[in-house]
Nanobody, 128 residues
Framework: QVQVAESGGGLVQAGGSLRLSCIITGLPFETYDLAWFRQVLGSEREGVSCITRRGVYAAYKDSVKGRFTISRDNPKNTLYLQMNNLKPEDTAMYYC?????????????????????WGQGTQVTVSS
C-alpha cells in the first residue's frame, strides 16, 4: 500500500522560510518523478515544482522561481521543498505527488497531469 505523508507546514511571516518534507513508501521511489502542488480553498490545484527521478532536472512555476528549491533523497524516500522569501500569496495547502509517467517533469505541460499518488497535504500560511 502506497503511503504519502507531507510535513513541515506552518504559520510564518512574509519574508520567512519553511522546508516541506514528503515521505513516500510502498512504491519504488527512485523510479517516480515527483512534484509539489498547492491549492487554495475554492481554487484549482496548481503545480509548484517537479523533479525527475534522479534529481537531475527540476521545473518551477514562474512565481516561485528563485525562491523555492525542490530536492529529493532517494535512499530516504523523501522529497523536499525549501521555500524562502515567502509571500502571502504562497498561502495554500501543499501536496506531494508521485508520477510513474516517463519523463513527466521534462514535459512543458507537467503542471496539467494527474499523479498516480497524492498526499493529504500540509498547510502553509504566510502572514503579511
Amino acid at each position: 500500500q502506497v503511503q504519502v505523508a507531507e510535513s513541515g507546514g506552518g504559520l510564518v511571516q512574509a519574508g520567512g522560510s519553511l522546508r516541506l518534507s514528503c515521505i513516500i513508501t510502498g512504491l519504488p521511489f527512485e523510479t517516480y518523478d515527483l512534484a509539489w502542488f498547492r491549492q487554495v480553498l475554492g481554487s484549482e490545484r496548481e503545480g509548484v515544482s517537479c523533479i525527475t527521478r534522479r534529481g537531475v532536472y527540476a521545473a518551477y512555476k514562474d512565481s516561485v522561481k528563485g525562491r523555492f528549491t525542490i530536492s529529493r533523497d532517494n535512499p530516504k524516500n523523501t522529497l523536499y521543498l525549501q521555500m524562502n522569501n515567502l509571500k502571502p500569496e504562497d498561502t495554500a495547502m501543499y501536496y506531494c505527488a508521485a508520477f510513474r509517467m516517463g519523463d513527466y517533469c521534462a514535459r512543458p505541460s507537467w503542471r496539467t497531469y494527474d499523479p498516480e499518488h497524492w498526499g493529504q497535504g500540509t498547510q502553509v500560511t504566510v502572514s503579511s
